[in-house]
């Protein structure tokens, strides 16, 4: 089946920092990302839709200029998190798409921790 | 190694039950995730158990037993717009959503 790598699978960055995390598909080409928050024991929040070579579309509530997403080619989607805060310690699953009428792929989700 | 299984496909008659069963081995287990995935959009959350037993939640309802890995979720009065893949999720130990294939489950009137 088609694999989405999504790295890192952990950090911890200090409050006022920056954090980029990358989400790969690795044996196809995807023409739509999608990337999600999720909370403890929280159902997964989609955060933004990426289109390669198009800006993102964000989410009602997610600020666009916090979370910067760049899917500037068709295997890679990126996601950096500007200035972060303990309040943006959270789960960030990214998923991977081929084309308008398939499913989406799911990276292993990256755990973000801001002290 | 970790590994969640569920069906590939399945079929049902619109108006009729379906279960969907999913088993999984993890490093640890944080919960169990159901997802719905409409073809070409973003899945959506269905159910999430930590705990044994039945959560019920309208037409959806979703089982989970611990001691044998298993989880299953039961459709009631299908109805065409059921149609959908349903995706089986564990968080494991270091809270890493481990994700299985996807069910593709198919109504006919």
């Known amino acids: 089946g088609a694999v989405v790598s999504q790295h890192p699978s952990r950090v911890i960055c200090k409050s006022g920092t920056s954090v980029k995390i990358e989400c790969r598909s690795l044996?196809?080409?995807?023409?739509?990302m999608f990337w999600y928050r999720q909370f403890p024991k929280q159902s997964l929040m989609l955060m933004a839709t990426s289109n390669e070579g198009s800006k993102a579309t964000y989410e009602q509530g997610v600020e666009k200029d916090k979370f910067l997403i760049n899917h500037a080619s068709l295997t890679l989607s990126t996601l950096t998190v500007t200035s972060a805060h303990p309040e943006d310690s959270s789960f960030y699953i990214c998923?991977?798409?081929?084309?308008?009428?398939?499913?989406?792929?799911f990276g292993q989700g990256t755990r973000l921790t801001v002290v | 190694g970790q590994n969640i299984d569920q069906p590939t496909e399945m079929t049902a008659t619109e108006g009729a039950i379906v279960q969907i069963n999913c088993t999984y081995q993890t490093s640890g287990f944080n919960g169990l995730f159901w997802y719905q995935q409409h073809a070409g959009e973003a899945p959506t959350f269905l159910s999430y158990?930590?705990l044994d037993g039945l959560e019920e939640k309208g037409r959806f309802s979703s089982f989970l037993s611990r001691s044998k890995g298993y989880s299953y979720l039961l459709l009631k009065e299908l109805q065409m717009k059921d149609s959908a893949s349903y995706l089986c999720?564990?968080?494991?130990?270091?809270?890493?959503?481990?994700w299985g294939a996807g069910t593709k489950l198919i109504i006919k009137p």
């Open positions: 158990n930590v």
């Open positions: 044996d196809f080409q995807a023409t739509t």
């Open positions: 999720a564990v968080m494991d130990s270091n809270y890493q959503l481990i």
């Open positions: 998923s991977a798409r081929v084309g308008g009428d398939t499913e989406a792929f």
